[in-house]
């Protein structure tokens, strides 16, 4: 077997036949497992990331510093890790939470580990961008830590997590290829099964345009939304 | 009525203690437009936070009506900054909420329901001259018109004190009339004590019944606004008032001697009094620098006169113009030899 005919006419067939046949279900996997472990990812790196921005000494409420350093010692741990390799470490936790290790569903457990520091960090960006002549402000006007976290940190910095979010989700969807290695579903299984693991380079080329498409897609739809969320540099 | 009490605030950097206000002392009555003026680094911005306790002071306290800011708690603060209200150089209006929703969320934050929220913001946008502009954001509107926008945010919470940090030196000078204006207005009107923070003497001339100028942390002089301009004791207030008398000495006339006329609301157009010391004294004095406004008819500032002749001249030359009504005189000799010192 070698490369030069991996493109005849019958192995296009093929490919083509399995394109009608499993690519949409690798689709819908790969999208699921990518949503849902987003939804997850910034549901805990969230409020991590508003606190790495409010808690730290000159933030709005100051947290014990041995608590803050914990916090960036343990997101930097989480971030050093390789994916492919989190992955594997972390199975135990997977079983407590999902009953399996295998699967797309159990491939949601990794993927959220991986990517919330991420999502942390990202989030404490887009706050540290906030002018802080605006908390202050807000801080004249009488509000709360809570009220300034809710009522004007996140909402000043919609556009930019918008913006950050996108970047956040193109990520975790090329973590949910990796993950086709260790059990996971989607387009990054269907490539490696077909392409590596049984040289139909043919599939493993359409799923690789496929996935390109798609992160096309929810990239170029995250900026056009930051941008018409953007109030700043508008109908000037 | 506030009242700062032996006031110090000290900042503790990489380089050591930096003593941002030493020791002030100061007392604004209700009522007051109060303006503190200085150069930058002068501690005014610092003074200006630790009213509302946006800087807690190292050592003093800011009495509002008698309490204790510093002794407040928490909760307490944040009522009385609802009560003391800022508005500022850079504006910080919210960038992503429409000017209507900017003014009401002072109001939002107090617990105040949505719709009494809008009446009211909607309200104060007209008092503020921007009815119109309810639906608009912030980066559709000039510089003056968000000043006015935060000045309507200020207003919201119905305040007693209203800070501007200079409010407007991000605006050119007739926006800055404008706005000045406004402000005016809301103390008159509203009966808002207004403490304006700023580096321009022309916005303490033109709004301001009372001025501290403040230099390196320091008050060095306070007083009303017509006392201190007419007849400025120390060199901060002199090189802020007379920015330009520094460089006279180089058309000192040789011989001569140097005084300075001070009008103090004296009548302008009364009558040409250096023609009339020509006149009648023989002395033809030479102008050598003027900074003069006039507020209705009557001339405040300085004229630098230099007198040619003999000490019996420059004697006659004083008490000729100390006869005029509201003209002080000074020799400038002192003044060169209070520099030297300082």
């Known amino acids: 077997m070698n490369f030069a005919n991996a493109f ?6 093929e490919a083509w036949n399995c394109l009608l046949n499993e690519f949409p279900f690798a689709m819908w996997e790969t999208l699921y497992s990518t949503i849902l472990a987003t939804f997850f990812a910034i549901l805990i790196g969230l409020p991590l990331g508003v606190i790495l921005v409010t808690g730290e000494a000159k933030g709005i409420h100051p947290l014990p510093r041995p608590v803050m350093s914990f916090l960036n010692v343990f997101i930097n741990l989480l971030r050093s890790v390789p994916f492919i390799i989190l992955m594997v470490m972390i199975i135990p936790l997977t079983r407590v939470i999902v009953g399996t290790s295998v699967g797309t569903v159990a491939s949601i457990v990794p993927l959220t580990v991986a990517a919330f520091p991420f999502i942390a960090r990202l989030v404490e960006s887009s706050l540290r961008e906030i002018n802080p002549n605006i908390i202050e402000t807000a801080q004249s006007m009488g509000a709360t830590s809570l009220q300034i976290v809710f009522r004007v940190m996140l909402p000043e910095s919609v556009p930019s997590l918008v913006t950050n979010f996108t970047l956040a989700i193109t990520t975790i969807m090329g973590y949910t290829a990796m993950s086709g290695a260790v059990g996971g579903g989607g387009l990054g299984k269907l490539a490696l099964a077909y392409g590596y693991q049984r040289y139909r380079y043919a599939v493993l080329y359409l799923a690789v345009i496929v996935l390109v498409i798609i992160t096309q897609v929810i990239q170029s739809f995250g900026t056009w939304l930051a941008a018409k969320l953007d109030k700043r540099l508008k109908n000037k | 009525m506030i009242e700062l009490r032996n006031l110090s605030k000290t900042f503790t950097t990489m380089d050591g203690q930096v003593d941002a206000l030493r020791n002030i002392n100061l007392t604004v009555e209700n009522g007051d437009i109060y303006g503190i003026i200085g150069m930058s680094g002068a501690g005014k911005s610092t003074l200006v936070r630790c009213i509302n306790m ?51 969320l002072p109001l939002r934050l107090s617990g105040v329901d949505r719709r009494t929220a809008e009446a009211k913001a909607q309200e104060l946008l007209t008092l503020v001259g921007l009815p119109d502009k309810a639906n608009s954001y912030p980066a559709q509107l000039s510089g003056g018109q968000q000043q006015r926008v935060a000045i309507a945010r200020a207003l919201a919470t119905e305040p007693d004190v209203l800070l501007c940090d200079e409010a407007t030196s991000a605006l050119d000078p007739k926006t800055t009339h404008a706005i000045l204006e406004l402000i005016r207005d809301i103390n008159e009107k509203l ?72 009008f103090n609301g004296a009548i302008a157009s009364r009558e040409p009094l250096l023609a009339k010391m020509a006149v009648d004294c023989g002395i033809l004095a030479s102008i050598l620098g003027a900074s003069t406004r006039s507020v209705g008819d009557r001339a405040y500032g300085y004229m630098l006169l230099g007198i040619p002749g003999t000490p019996e001249d420059m004697a006659k030359a004083i008490s000729y113009l100390s ?12 003044y060169a030899a209070k520099e030297v010192e300082a």
């Open chain 1, 8 to 13: 005849t006419p019958e192995k296009l067939q």
């Open chain 2, 54 to 104: 946006l800087e807690r002071p190292t050592q003093g306290s800011v009495l509002v009506n008698g309490r204790d800011m510093a002794s407040m708690s928490q909760r307490e603060l944040r009522g009385m900054r609802r009560k003391i209200t800022m508005i500022f150089q850079g504006f910080n209006l919210l960038m992503q909420r429409t000017c209507l929703r900017n003014v009401m």
């Open chain 2, 191 to 262: 009966r808002i004590t207004v403490i304006v923070i700023t580096h321009q003497m022309s916005v303490v001339q033109e709004i301001c019944n009372r001025v501290a100028i403040l230099e390196n942390g320091e008050v060095v002089e306070e007083g009303m606004v017509s006392e201190v301009f007419s007849n400025p004791r120390a060199n901060a207030t002199r090189n802020l008032i007379y920015p330009e008398s520094t460089g006279n000495d180089s058309v000192f006339p040789k011989g001569g001697q140097r005084i300075r006329v001070i």
């Open chain 2, 323 to 334: 006869a005029t009504p509201d003209v002080t005189v000074q020799v400038e000799a002192e």
